[in-house]
Nanobody
Framework: QVQLVESGGGLAQAGGSLRLSCAASGNIFSINVEAWYRQSPGKQRELVAV???????NYADSVKGRFTISRDNAKNTVYLQMNSLKPEDTAVYFCNAVTRSASSSWGQGTQVTVSS
């Protein structure tokens, strides 16, 4: 089992930056893939960024060039650096981990609000 805790959300101005953190605990050795998702009211949960065990990354088209996902293995923490924020980025952001046994773990979510 993997437990995830997000932090770093808050209020930012359009054009500003925030960095989200996702700290993992438990059976962290089993994690294959980690990701950030977001969900705004009335919308489906959206995949934002993915990082694999090998460090490869992928991003949603809507955030390419603005967001960066990274991992600090020593701290068992995944980050989402969000730059050039837009009001459309307003959402609850969730971190996710998928293990080698294909089980999926989710954090509780952290609110990001971007004002114009």
């Amino acid at each position: 089992q993997v437990q995830l805790v997000e932090s770093g959300g808050g209020l930012a101005q359009a054009g500003g930056s925030l960095r989200l953190s996702c700290a993992a605990s438990g059976n962290i050795f089993s994690i294959n893939v980690e990701a950030w998702y977001r969900q705004s009211p009335g919308k489906q949960r959206e995949l934002v960024a993915v990082i694999g065990r090998n460090g490869n990354t992928n991003y949603a088209d809507s955030v390419k060039g603005r967001f960066t996902i990274s991992r600090d293995n020593a701290k068992n923490t995944v980050y989402l650096q969000m730059n050039s924020l837009k009001p459309e980025d307003t959402a609850v952001y969730f971190c996710n981990a998928v293990t080698r046994s294909a089980s999926s773990s989710w954090g509780q979510g952290t609110q990001v609000t971007v004002s114009s």
